[in-house]
């Protein structure tokens, strides 16, 4: 308690930023390496199959990196909005 009678506002510890920042990164990092893999595999799976090199892996990489671009711009969203309340607590 302060002078006037009322509590101070409560700072967030350290901690919970470093658990927030590993959180984030560590979901960025699934994000963006899962689908450019995936694609990879399937890309050259499908190539040798249909003996199409290197088109079906050019074109899933492309798609794969579209749609991480798309996910990742959502979760930066939403993280900021997370990040605004932790730092309000």
Do not use: C, H, N
Not at 22 to 45: E, H, K, Q, S, Y
């Amino acid at each position: 308690m302060d002078q006037t009678g009322q509590t101070a506002p409560k700072k967030t510890s350290d901690a919970a930023y470093y658990r927030f920042a590993m959180r984030v990164m560590g979901d960025f990092g699934v994000t963006i390496a899962v689908p450019a893999v995936v694609a990879a595999f399937v890309g050259i799976w499908l190539d040798k199959k249909l003996e199409t090199t290197p088109w079906f892996l050019i074109l899933g990489l492309i798609a794969a990196f579209a749609a991480t671009y798309l996910v990742i711009k959502k979760k930066a969203q939403l993280y900021s909005k997370q990040f605004e309340d932790l730092d309000k607590k």
